[in-house]
């Protein structure tokens, strides 16, 4: 009895070695796999590797590769079921929450993007991209105060944080301080002198406060600094409705139209005058 009990134990060491070094050859073809983009070969590796052994705490990560193979085929759906699923098996794999985030935020589901931000700023509070893009769902709900200490305190973790920056100098223009709006944009033109970006929203500003001249060299600006993005010619066009010069407005439009803009858009913006 002893005798068959050490072979039964040694025929399931060898299973459970040879199972593992299965499992360690699949991820390593995965990985391959995706890095080919290969994805239907990726796909089918990882169906493999999550029977081999189900409840392994590792396979979190293989729900989060096939997550963003769903999500490439925009089979948003299914992706979103693969992150959780990788969340229940491993909830300290905080990667699938600003996946799942990401995707919810995508989506326009802004509540449970803003539940998986949270959740990953509980455990990780100085977490630059969390802090970014959960005061961008606060600004965008209204909750300037919750969006605010949030573009503060990334901005007191990275001083050239040039997404936070813009955002928060739109929050304040949201919030009526216009003023405080302009500074911060002053200061990003000066960090990010060839971003036509941030000419094209202080363009914004500056129409807003009337002052006309300075918004049309901004624009301009920006439109020197990317003469084929078609925002630039819409955001001219826009500025020269509100002057009441139609004319050079339809011709900026038939620019944009030309190069790529949606002629939906643009049909939008001059009704609006």
């Known amino acids: 009895m002893k005798r068959l009990t050490l072979i ?25 796999a995706l890095a080919a983009d290969s ?15 189900p409840t ?3 396979n979190a990560i293989l729900y989060q590769y096939l997550g963003e193979i769903y999500r490439k085929r925009g089979e948003s759906d299914r992706a979103l079921e693969a992150y959780t699923k990788g969340i229940d098996l491993s909830p300290a794999t905080l990667g699938l929450f600003y996946s799942r985030a990401s995707l919810y935020l995508q989506l326009n589901n802004l509540n449970r993007a803003l539940s998986d931000y949270n959740t990953i700023l509980e455990h990780e509070p100085d977490n630059e991209d969390a802090l970014f893009f959960r005061a961008y769902i606060y600004s965008g709900q209204r909750k300037y105060k919750e969006a605010r200490a949030d573009y503060n305190h990334l901005l007191e973790l990275n001083p050239t944080h040039e997404n936070a920056r813009l955002g928060l100098a739109i929050l304040n223009s949201k919030d009526n ?6 500074e911060m944009l002053n200061t990003l033109v000066q960090f990010f002198p060839n ?4 000419y094209l929203t202080r363009c914004g500003m500056y129409e807003q406060l009337r002052e006309y001249e300075k918004a049309k060299k901004d624009v301009e600006k920006a439109i020197e600094l990317e003469p084929k993005n078609p925002e630039c010619y819409l955001t001219r066009a826009s500025l020269y409705l509100t002057m ?5 407005a339809e011709q900026d439009c038939r620019t944009a139209i030309s190069l790529g803009a949606n002629p939906e858009q643009v049909a939008s913006l001059l009704s609006d005058d």
Do not use: C, M, W
């Open 8 to 32: 039964f134990l040694f025929f399931l060491f060898t299973f459970h070695l040879a199972s593992a070094q299965t499992y360690e050859q699949n991820v390593r073809s995965i990985i391959d």
């Open 39 to 53: 994805l239907v070969q990726a796909e089918r590796l990882i169906g493999q590797t999550l029977q081999l052994d």
């Open 56 to 58: 392994r705490k590792s």
């Open 177 to 182: 301080r216009p003023r405080e709006a302009l």
């Open 195 to 198: 971003h036509a970006r941030h």
């Open 244 to 248: 009441k010069k139609k004319r050079l």
